[in-house]
């Protein structure tokens, strides 16, 4: 288990580019058990849809909480055990609560936190599936949703009143990579007694642990860097044990869960996560900085880089800054940016992050072609604009394409 750490301690290992020695061990070891069923090192998939009772006296056992075990699919299997134990280690909560998308997780806490009447407010960078959900539907239920300027607190805590209930940030943000002060924000929530989420996908437990700082609330979408292989859906919520029990009983009712099979390969991918996340760092810091020096280049958004507004909060709270990257072709329009996506040989054309494939992206054609164009100035998307995920690939082939690409 990984000690609690303070923020300079992870300056210190952010100055040095080391993590803790023992996260590597807790991706391959923690939240499974030693001995297994059959002697079998990798956890069985247990595809059991129910769960047996030798007799009724066995049942009432379970029915009067005097022994924990499983009942019934929608309520939890081993498979779930395990690697919500070994999130809830990497992501130094007491708990972790897997779904079957990051938006089904996003959905499992807003729907049982929230009633008619209540009010959320949240910073206006943030995935465009979260804010529909949040605008277009909680509103048809009565909650109010009020958007600050991302990185603003004071209009955070100006947008409070009695009826706030949670206050939602991403961190970094995607695609412009701004960094959350967590400090800052975890303080507005204490200050006015409303609990604090963090959406860390694009950080990741590797990089970044939100509740540290005080946050209540973490969530992942578990498709993106824990699955890493861009081969599941998956979404997680970490936090403390009380603040999960009810949640966790949502989960059970809208049966937002994930599958056995989809669960086992979760915790298949945890095992390389750290080296994973140690190439994914680096390849992104590396990428960053070639495109920085491109006379093709007109910008880069990178917390890694010294050029990000928000660097000096990335560089004291995260350990390494991920592999996202975002930047803009100089003088190009939306379709002399769709080739230099276009001429990209090794990073594939898709959605997502956080995988071993690189992916490469115009936001323009991508999630923000049926927008208004002045809904896309409003969130910050510009035709010359490409987002790449850096994958585990080598970062020399990763620059020497982007090279060529940027020559057409
Ligand atoms: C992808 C993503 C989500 C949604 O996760 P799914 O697993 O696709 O449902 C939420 N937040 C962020 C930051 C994401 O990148």
């Known amino acids: 288990m990984l000690k609690p750490q303070t923020s300079d301690q992870a300056t210190n290992q952010h100055a040095t580019s080391k993590h803790a020695t023992d996260f590597s061990t807790d991706c391959v ?231 056995p099979h989809n669960l086992y390969l979760l915790e298949r991918g945890l095992k390389t996560f750290a080296l994973r996340l140690q190439r994914q760092n680096e390849n992104g810091l590396r990428v960053a900085q070639f495109l920085e020096s491109h006379p093709r280049v007109e910008r880069v958004y990178y917390p890694g880089l010294e050029s990000h507004p928000t660097h000096s909060i990335a560089a004291a709270q995260m350990r390494g800054f991920g592999s996202l990257i975002t930047f803009t072709v100089k003088d190009a329009d939306w379709k002399q940016t769709s080739a230099v996506v276009d001429a990209a040989r090794i990073p594939r054309i898709a959605p997502s992050l956080g995988g071993v494939e690189s992916l490469i992206e115009q936001p323009l054609v991508m999630s923000y072609y049926h927008c208004t164009p002045e809904e896309r100035q409003r969130f910050g998307i510009e035709d010359n604009m490409i987002r790449m995920s850096c994958g585990i690939e080598d970062g020399d082939d990763l620059i020497a394409d982007l090279d060529q690409a940027l020559s057409v």
């Open 29 to 259: 070891h923690s939240g499974e058990p030693r001995q297994k069923d059959a002697g079998s090192i990798t956890t069985p998939i247990y595809t059991a849809a129910t769960f047996t009772f030798e007799s009724t006296a066995d049942l009432l056992r379970f029915v009067n909480g005097e022994e924990q075990r499983e009942e019934y699919g929608r309520y939890g299997n081993p498979n779930e055990k395990s690697v919500e134990a070994k999130i809830a280690a990497l992501e130094k909560s007491e708990e972790a609560i897997v779904y079957g998308s990051g938006m089904a997780a996003i959905v499992g806490l807003l729907m049982t936190k929230l009633s008619a009447g209540d009010e959320i407010v949240f910073f206006d960078q943030c995935y465009h599936r979260s804010r529909e959900f949040c605008a277009k539907h909680l509103s048809r239920f009565g909650v109010v949703t009020r958007q600050v300027t991302t990185g603003d607190y004071d209009a955070m805590e100006a947008a409070i009143n009695k009826n706030t209930r949670l206050l939602v940030s991403e961190s970094p943000t995607n695609p412009h990579l701004s960094v959350i002060d967590l400090e800052k924000f975890a303080a507005v929530g204490k200050a006015n007694e409303v609990e604090t989420l963090i959406d860390a996908t694009l950080a990741t437990p590797y990089n970044m642990n939100p509740t540290e700082y005080g946050i209540d609330y973490v969530l992942h979408s578990a498709t993106k860097y824990l699955g890493g292989h861009n081969d599941l859906i998956a979404g997680v919520l970490c936090g403390r044990s009380e603040q999960l029990e009810p949640i966790r009983k949502m989960r059970g009712i809208l049966g937002n869960i994930s599958t």
